[in-house]
C-alpha cells in the first residue's frame, strides 16, 4: 500500500472517532483575547497563568537579551553557546527555587527526558504516578530503566511497591500539579515514602511554578524547599517565556552537563528567551499582584461553577465530558460563543476521560469569567 493512502485511511478514522488533532492558527493577540480566522475569541486553554508571555516586562527583558546578545545561541553550550545570559538565567532559576544550582533545557520535555535518561538507565527502577505527563514516561523508556507505574497520589500503594523492589538506584517521578486534572500530588507523603527506601524524588513543576508558594512552586508552598532530589519545569508557562531547566545540587547539575543527551546534543536556549524568562522571575520577586489576581479570578469562576464538579484547586479545571465526540461537541459550541476551549481526548487522557480543560489566567476580566462561566453552564445542558 502507498504510504500517503495507509496515511489518510488512519486520518479518516481519528475522525470518524472524534480523535483526530488539527492545529488552529492565532493571527494575533491581546492579553487572552485571539483572533482565529478573522474573530476574536476569550482563551480559557491558555497555560500564561499570570499573563506574563505577552507583558511589558518580558518584552523588554526580550529586547534588551536580543540587543546585547542577537538571535540564537549558535552552537551546543559545551562548544560556544554558553552564553552569559543563559547562565544568567541559572541563578535566577537557582535563587527562586532555593537550590543549589540549576541547568537551562531547550524545553520542558528535554528536561525531562534528558535528566531521567541521564540518571536511570539499565538496572534500575523508575516509578511514576499513573497520571504524569508523556514527557516523563518516555524519558523512562529511553533510560532502558525497569518503568513501573503507581496508582495515581496513592502514596501508601507506593510505599508497599518500593518495599518489594531490587535495583541499582530507585527514582519516583511525580508532577507536583498535574497538568490535565489540575489537582496537587501529596508531596511530603511522597517525600517520606522515599526518604524510607532510600528512593530519589524527582519532582515536575511545570505547572506550579508561578502558581503556588509565592510564584516558588507546590514543592515551596509545602516547605520542601531543598529537600527535594531532583527539581524540573518549565519556563514556557505561568512565566511566559520558552524552556525547560532541572533544579538540585551542584553536583546533580555538574552530571548532567557531562551525562544528558538532550542538553548535551542541541543548541543553547535563544538570549531573547533567556532574557524573558529572566525578566519574568525578577517581576515576581518584587509584586505578587499577578499572582494575586490569578487566585481571585480561580476563586471567582470556580464559585460560579461548583455544580460541575470540577476538580483539583487551582487554575486548571477540567471540565469531564466522557467521551471524544462529546468534548468536540463542546467545544464547537463555546467556540461558537467566542471562547477558545479546545477538547483534550485520548490518549492525552485516558479512555473515557475526554473534558474540556479549561484555565484560568490573570490577564481574565471579571466580566470574561462570568459570562464564560454562564455559556459553560448552559453548554453542559445541551
Known amino acids: 500500500m502507498n504510504i500517503d493512502t495507509e496515511l489518510s485511511e488512519w486520518l479518516t478514522q481519528r475522525d470518524g472517532a472524534g480523535l483526530r488533532r488539527v492545529l488552529t492558527t492565532v493571527e494575533a493577540r491581546r492579553g487572552m483575547e485571539y483572533r482565529v480566522n478573522g474573530r476574536w475569541y476569550v482563551s480559557f486553554c491558555s497555560n500564561d497563568y499570570l499573563?506574563?508571555?505577552?507583558?511589558?516586562?518580558?518584552?523588554?527583558?526580550?529586547?534588551?537579551?536580543?540587543?546585547?546578545w542577537g538571535c540564537g545561541a549558535g552552537a551546543s553550550r559545551l562548544v560556544s553557546g554558553d552564553l552569559g545570559i543563559i547562565r544568567e538565567l541559572e541563578t535566577e532559576l537557582a535563587a527562586w527555587k532555593q537550590t543549589e544550582a540549576a541547568l537551562v533545557y531547550p524545553s520542558g520535555y528535554m528536561a525531562n527526558i534528558g535528566v531521567i535518561s541521564a540518571l536511570a538507565g539499565p538496572g534500575d527502577t523508575v516509578f511514576i504516578d499513573r497520571l504524569a505527563h508523556a514527557s516523563l514516561v518516555d524519558?523512562?523508556?529511553?533510560?532502558?530503566?525497569?518503568?513501573r507505574v503507581f496508582p495515581h497520589n496513592d502514596f501508601e500503594r507506593l510505599d508497599t511497591l518500593l518495599g518489594n523492589v531490587s535495583a541499582r538506584r530507585t527514582i519516583v517521578i511525580t508532577e507536583s500539579v498535574f497538568s490535565m486534572d489540575g489537582d496537587t500530588a501529596p508531596l511530603r507523603a511522597l517525600s517520606m515514602v522515599c526518604k524510607k527506601h532510600g528512593a530519589l524524588l524527582m519532582v515536575d513543576e511545570a505547572h506550579a511554578l508561578g502558581v503556588y508558594g509565592g510564584g516558588r512552586g507546590l514543592v515551596n508552598a509545602e516547605g520542601l524547599s531543598g529537600k527535594i532530589d531532583v527539581l524540573v519545569g518549565t519556563l514556557s508557562k505561568a512565566i511566559g517565556s520558552q524552556g525547560g531547566f532541572a533544579a538540585g545540587s551542584r553536583q546533580l547539575c555538574d552530571y548532567l552537563v557531562n551525562t544528558s543527551r538532550s542538553f548535551i546534543y542541541t543548541t543553547g536556549i535563544n538570549p531573547a528567551a533567556a532574557g524573558a524568562a529572566i525578566a519574568a522571575l525578577r517581576c515576581l520577586k518584587n509584586d505578587s499582584t499577578r499572582i494575586d489576581k490569578l487566585w481571585y479570578n480561580i476563586s471567582r469562576f470556580r464559585s460560579q461553577v461548583s455544580d460541575l464538579r470540577i476538580m483539583g484547586q487551582g487554575p486548571i479545571c477540567p471540565v469531564m465530558t466522557g467521551t471524544a465526540q462529546a468534548a468536540c461537541t463542546r467545544a464547537r459550541l463555546l467556540a461558537e460563543e467566542g471562547y477558545l476551549a479546545p477538547a483534550i481526548r485520548p490518549p492525552t487522557v485516558p479512555e473515557g476521560g475526554a473534558r474540556m480543560r479549561v484555565t484560568l489566567s490573570a490577564l481574565h476580566s471579571p466580566e470574561q469569567i462570568d459570562r464564560f462561566a454562564r455559556v459553560l453552564i448552559d453548554t453542559a445542558n445541551r
Do not use: F, H, M, V
Open 51 to 68: 499573563g506574563l508571555a505577552d507583558d511589558d516586562c518580558t518584552r523588554q527583558g526580550a529586547r534588551d537579551a536580543l540587543e546585547q
Open 139 to 147: 524519558g523512562t523508556r529511553l533510560s532502558r530503566a525497569r518503568l
